[in-house]
């Protein structure tokens, strides 16, 4: 999804695949890639480059999420099982839902998903004013069908036969608000909303956008789990806006080219439990102390600078949508079959005490195939003073998320 928002994209010819390609496969995969390209063109109305240069790269690395869809459907035409028919349509296979489809984050996030060509059908939620945002998209000349539903008693239709759920319901962060402000709130709303999807599409991968993340997340799972139906390789909360920051705010600071940046980010998602690994960016480029210092605290407090930028009018809404698209993209291609997707996202985790931990995963069509391990080796100084600062703040989060669940279980 990086290229959503852009005017211009580059995908290329040059299919990296992992093995040699006979002639006559070349020749197929070309075909496939041609009539791709064309296809892109003609549904998205964006305008793509002419001259291409692709990498099959992953999803995490910060390449172009389109260019690396387009290497799996490349490489597919390698083994004969492109994902599209044989009038060289694509073959959308996926219904995604959006619960919050009307706010600020879900607006367009629900645009953004719609260009996605393995997206079939989007589900738009919300308690009001979602009939006039499903109209508006579904003028959009792209493949997937739109539908909307409105209110409680419409959300089990709106959930059912979902493959992925993506969660931004609840209120917005107002200056001078903490995260933790909008606990009681969206607390509330997360776990009316899990409910529905433990009874509705239990197998479905849930994206949780409604903050603080950090006790949102243990909140579902304690709910999943009081339904019976928790799988932890699928509940993810969505932290994927702390890399896009960290990437593009030290693409600019060192004068990279964005695209070849990639800085893992790992903790939570919020203040500072969000721990930007500067040391392992690639490519490898050197920080002063001072830098990495500005710089993990502007990461850190990224979503304050764009709350008191907006005055009142919001908080971080464009760029979150656009993040969690591309983390939806992601997870679209895993369950397509693509077997190098990688992203930063808090799961339930064993790399720390913590019973949830933010960091690069792998994905896979069942969800979480491997946590990273490496990228916590060998850590700077500073980092691993970070990192040991964070966990108490994480651990009070994550605590506090389980015992709202367990109380209104009780209550229940």
Known sequence: MAAATASTFSVGSTLQ???????????????????????????????????????SESAFSGKDSRAALQASFACKAQ?????YSANNQISSSFKVAVLGAAGGIGQPLALLIKMSPLV?????????????????????????????????????????????????AGVPRKPGMTRDDLFNINANIVKTLVEAVADN????????????????????????????????????????LD?????????????LKLIDVDVPVIGGHAGITILPLLSKTKPSVSFTDKEVE?????????????????????SATLSMAYAAARFVESSLRALDGDGDVYECAFVQSELTELPY???????????????????????????QKALEALKPELKASIE???AFAQKQAIAA
Request: one cysteine or more; aromatic letters at 6%; glycine letters at 8%.
């Open 120 to 168: 079939s059908t989007l589900h738009l939620y919300d308690i009001a004013n979602v009939k006039g945002v499903a109209a508006d998209l579904s003028h959009c000349n792209t493949p997937s069908q739109v539908l909307d539903f409105t209110g409680t008693p419409e959300l089990a239709a709106a959930l059912k036969g979902v493959d992925v759920v993506v969660i931004p």
């Open 79 to 83: 083994n004969q099982s492109q994902r």
């Open 294 to 314: 500005e710089l993990t605290v502007r990461i850190q407090n990224a979503g304050t600078e764009v709350v008191d930028a907006k005055a009142g009018a919001g």
């Open 400 to 402: 506090k998320g389980v």
């Open 357 to 383: 931990f933010a960091s690069r995963i792998k994905l896979g069509k069942k969800g979480v195939e491997a946590i990273i391990s490496s990228d916590l080796q060998g850590l700077t100084e500073y980092e």
């Open 201 to 240: 599409c239990p197998d479905a991968f849930i994206h949780i956008i409604s903050n603080p993340v950090n006790s949102t997340v243990p909140i579902a799972a304690e709910v999943l789990r009081q339904k019976g139906v928790y799988d932890p390789k699928k509940l993810f909360g969505v932290t994927t």
């Open 17 to 55: 695949c992992g093995s040699k390609m006979s002639p006559l496969s070349q020749s197929k995969a070309t075909s496939a890639q041609f009539n791709f390209n064309n296809k892109l063109r003609s549904y998205s109305g964006l305008k793509v480059a002419t001259a291409f240069s692709l990498e």
């Open 243 to 255: 890399v896009v920051r960290a990437n593009t705010f030290v693409a600019q600071k060192k004068n």
